[in-house]
């Protein structure tokens, strides 16, 4: 998967956008997710949710820092994959939290959220859930060897 330059300058542009307001970005992502899948909020009944906010957006930063090179961060991305497992996380719910962050997106970019723009955080976002479920997969294939 590699995403081209005309994907990469519109993720690294949306971005500048969307962490300007960090806190109401994600403080509206989980809103969003958690109205899409109710099931979900249970998985984050132990979590510090203002922490957490902080951690996706150092996730989602460090996803556009490499953005020209993502083999920099497959590493990194199937480890998350597999701690997911533990948190209860399944395959079926990437789909869910996409919908939710490409949502959330729209909300904030406005016009900014071009067709481009979409298309840009799909394909980064089909990416990096494909290496974290990837992680995730090898992680069970270990447990039952
Ligand atoms: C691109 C997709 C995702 C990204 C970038 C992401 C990012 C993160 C990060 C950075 C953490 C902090 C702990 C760690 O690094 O292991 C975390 C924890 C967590 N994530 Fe995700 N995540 C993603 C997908 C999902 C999905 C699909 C779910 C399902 C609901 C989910 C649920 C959780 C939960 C329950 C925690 C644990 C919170 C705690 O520590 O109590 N994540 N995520």
């Not at 020209?68 to 199937?78: I, K, M, N, T």
């Amino acid at each position: 998967m590699s995403l081209t330059p005309q994907n990469i300058s519109d993720i690294r542009a949306s971005w500048q956008v969307l962490a300007a307001d960090a806190d109401g970005f994600t403080a509206d992502f989980y809103a969003a997710l958690f109205r899409r899948d109710p099931a979900l909020r249970p998985l984050f009944a132990q979590t510090d949710l203002p922490a957490q906010r902080k951690k996706l957006v150092a996730a989602l930063a460090l996803v556009v820092r490499n953005a020209d090179d993502l083999s920099a961060v497959l590493g990194p991305l199937e480890e998350m994959g597999t701690r997911h497992v533990g948190y209860g996380v399944k395959d079926s719910d990437y789909t869910t939290v996409g919908g939710a962050l490409i949502e959330t997106m729209e909300a904030h970019l406005q016009e900014g959220f071009t067709a481009e723009v979409r298309d840009a955080w799909i394909t980064a976002y089909g990416a990096v859930a494909g290496t974290m479920m990837a992680g995730a997969q090898a992680a069970e294939a270990r447990k039952s060897a």
